[in-house]
């Protein structure tokens, strides 16, 4: 199969390339230029100059003979809420009238949800945006399981989340986590003010990812603001 390849030259593109070049596919490599794509090229991988993430080179001639391609965002912790939707769109006009059928693009958690997830967001559009190349088999990629082991305290919102069927689960029965944390507050006999998600606008920034783990710590960041 001849495989186009976004990212070739990153951590998860260079390994992916070597991966599919061992099993005798071709492969065409993606990369602004460097010892990087060399080292691709020298083992067999067709180089391609340009990025999405910039807009540079014929991206639109990138995939106009593969038959699989593998997308990723090089993410832009500056403008990310600016960059996704961006590359989204370059890839979408790049894969329209291409031979591609099959596509793998690396997402995230929180893809699949719709609203303000902070960076995830971005996942989101870029999933819906893909989404429309219809006459393409599309695989978005997540961490699968390790999204059950790791979770950030800004991602902790889904577990508040105010729609009664995200509530049928023994957190609320095993909630020593929230209860350490100070998250889990009990005040029998008083109804809480409100349940569900807090307003986004007092959790910090999603580019602040040290504020964001210090969240627990740190009384008066991200707590709800009281009229
Ligand atoms: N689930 C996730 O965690 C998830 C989901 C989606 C995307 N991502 C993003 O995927 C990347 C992780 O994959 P990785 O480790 O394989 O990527 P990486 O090694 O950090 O970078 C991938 C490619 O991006 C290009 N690149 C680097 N800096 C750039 C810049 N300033 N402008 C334009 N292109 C640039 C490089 O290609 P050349 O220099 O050869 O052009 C590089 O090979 C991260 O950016 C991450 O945020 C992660």
Redo the contacts with the bound molecule.
Sequence with gaps: MRIAVV???????AELTRTLLSAGHQVKAL????P??DALVKIGAEPFLG?F??GKGELDTFFEDADAAFL????DWKNIHGHYPAVAQRFVDALRNSPVKLAVS???MGSDVKGSTGHFES?YHLDQKLNQLDTIDLVHL??GWFNYLFVGPELHRYHHSADLREAQNYAVVLSLIDVLFGTFVYKPGRLPERIGVADPADYPRSVEVWKIMLLPFLPGIGRRRTP
């Design positions: 990212g070739a030259t990153g951590r998860i593109g990369s602004r230029g460097g990087a794509l990025s993430d910039t990723m965002v090089k993410t690396l997402t995230a996942f997540r961490a």
